[in-house]
């Protein structure tokens, strides 16, 4: 939302009052609090008919400040997020003549006294960012103003809900020469967010679009510091596009509220925020594997599934998970847990087959209860179901004719509804696709009296934790999988997500993985996408690249909307030996299957640290101002280097940072530090190991959940090592931990078993098989 006109005028219709100065500023109790009136002070008659904000900075968590602007505190709030990691007695506050300071660890908020308003931030004696003069501000709206507001609801009703005279906080933090802004949730412009306007209000736009199923109310920057805007409802942020050289956010209302956040590194910002918002379940070692879906119009019934299932079985492409989408159940009915029966007449006994062949289950639901379904009336009778101001369910045709909303925010509907899922699980259903949740009404009334602007963004919190609560009763913690659409701050803590509605083409695919990296700087650990795109039907092509781009993403699915994603649909016979969509896929699931080991690794450090599966280049390279804007390539953990490849001609240009990498399918050895242009086939794509890695890779290439200690691989990369130690975790929690020790050349590899194990040096190739837990490699 911007406000003003240019440097020195708010826009017509804007009336914004500012923090003039520091009046007083009180310590106590782990806490400043500063009265900031918004005219300078000079005599007393100034104190009259004028307004104050009231400004408090404490700490929930070392290395974080927060900062909080009231105006009138009587107003109703919402409360802000969950912060589960939020601890008291963190902050120190003081203040004299000087000014007042709160530390928290080790980041320290100074503010100093009088005017002009200055609220810095300091860490390791440098300045991080910093709130100046006319950086808090109270704006009132007029009926007259020329702002472009807020975005509008999902029936046309404006994000807040409120007429356009609302008022409105904004904050202010500065940015400096060369300082970039990443983050805000799941976003498929550029992944560098100078320069946007963002609006963090969830919404059902499609990849194409500057919509976000995920918006996220927090940033971080390359200067060593993160943002977390502390409030579900609609934030709207400035990234450097309205005061180039400041981000300012907004919110309506009469308090704002957010946290700065200390690195150094983003890895430590992200670690932090994840700390105080909530890390990532552990999920189980078969999500890796292949997902292959019914897709969503098509016409499929039990021979259907049959058919593709055995055909990938036959064609030795491992399959881990088959998803049922919305036409498991009738049409109009939708969400009312019953099977078609007049294509699945006996679901049970079909699963029950299913799992017979070694396969988990999905299904699609959505939060929505159709009017036609048994189920609409018993919620409504029942008062289930979000009701309009006059006390009518609230209902629309779009998607499900006549559909109703389930609330959440009632315990006897999130019971309610929990109990048709357990019955579905008990059906034989291992995981759930939790679509939608976007689209909530603004005009409505919640059964705990929740603030309807703040629940349109944190509505899909609610919908998916009760989803995902009853997979962890039935299956157990580390074997719940949602695969979820929408997310709001926190819905990190219950994976995994995807990508939404894309498209089956080159741009698509390439702004897909923007979403993801951009999600990855948002906290988020674990990401999917529709492999060879929602919309359409994919070319030989696009399907291929993108078979080898979606399975070397932490989770990977094959799904459309009125196409089947089976690989031999994009082949004709007449492909070259070796590069037909089958051999692709049969290549790329079977590459996916021995790396197991490594990826449960950076999975396991998703749950425990907050880090991302899939890592952006500014995460690992932050000082290297070449990869500030990349936003084609992407690390898996902090050894492997991806650059899918977006083009028919098998076309690539990449960068690798500085250092020895070698690549992971050749051997190659290449030094880093210059951009790259290669053709690849479509069997080969751009795969690259950071010099003093070690990989350990798995024996079996026929499912991902399988015990990675039975003979692995352990490969030693040229370079400095990254880690004397490697820790390999089974599926079982079971540790197995590699020590690794350099010596005038020589490899020493030690294991905490005396199982066999191999080990080569990647230099030189020769594979050596372990005696007594131990190999030596000589180059």
Known sequence: ??????????????????????????????????????????????????????????????????????????????????????????????????GGILEAGPLQAHIAPGAPWNLTFQADGRTLTKSGKKSIGYVTLGTDASVSVEPVGPTGVSATGRPPSSSYLHAKLSLGVGELVYGLGERFGPLTKNGQTVDVWNADGGTASEQSYKSIPFYLTNRGYGVFVNHPEHVSFEVGSESVEEVQFSVAGESLEYFVIYGPTMGEILRRYTELTGRPARVPAWSYGLWLSTSFTTDYDEATVNHFVDGMAERDVPLSVFHFDCFWMREFNWTDFEWDERVFPDPELMLKRLHEKELRISAWINPYIAQRSALFEEASEAGYLVRKPDGDVWQWDMWQAGMGLVDFTNPDATAWYQDKLRHLIGQGVDSIKTDFGERIPTEVVWHDGSSAPAMHNWYTQLYNKAVFEVLEEQHGKGNAVLFARSATAGGQQMPVHWGGDNSSSFESMAETLRGGLSLALSGFGFWSHDIGGFEGNPDPAVFKRWVAFGLLSSHSRLHGSTSYRVPWAFDTGDEPEGLSAVDITRQFAHLKM??????????????????????????????????????????????????????????????????????????????????????????????????????????????????????????????????????????????LIFTIARTDGTVTITSSSNEPFRARLASNGTTLTSTNGKAVLTP
């Open 594 to 735: 021995q790396l197991m080991p490594y990826f449960y690794a950076v999975g396991q450090q998703a749950h425990e640290d907050g880090l991302p599966f899939m890592r952006p280049l500014q995460l690992e390279f932050t000082d290297d101002p070449a990869v500030d804007y990349l936003d084609r390539q992407y690390m898996i953990g902090d050894s492997l280097l991806v650059a899918p490849v977006f083009s028919d001609t098998g076309d690539v240009a990449y960068y690798l940072p500085a250092g020895t990498w070698t690549n992971y399918l050749t051997g190659e050895v290449a030094t880093g530090g210059s951009w790259r242009a290669e053709r690849h086939d479509f069997n080969s794509i751009p795969l690259w190991v950071r010099e003093g890695s070690v990989l350990v890779t798995g024996s079996r290439k026929d499912r991902p959940d399988y015990d990675y200690a039975v003979d692995p691989l352990v490969t030693v990369y040229p370079g400095e090592l990254r880690s004397d130690t490697v820790r390999v975790t089974n599926p079982l929690g079971e540790d």
């Open 1 to 98: 939302m911007k406000f003003t006109d240019g440097f020195w005028e708010t826009r017509p219709g804007v009336d914004a009052l500012y923090a003039q100065e520091a009046y007083d500023i009180e310590a106590g109790d782990g806490r400043l609090t500063v009265s900031a009136p918004t005219r300078v002070i000079t005599r007393r008659g100034d104190t009259l008919n004028r307004a104050m904000l009231t400004v408090t900075l404490s700490s929930p968590l070392e290395g974080v400040v927060g900062v909080k602007v009231e105006h009138h505190r009587g107003a109703s709030g919402f409360g802000g997020f969950d912060l589960v990691g939020a601890q008291a007695g963190i902050g120190t506050a003081s203040a004299d003549s000087s």
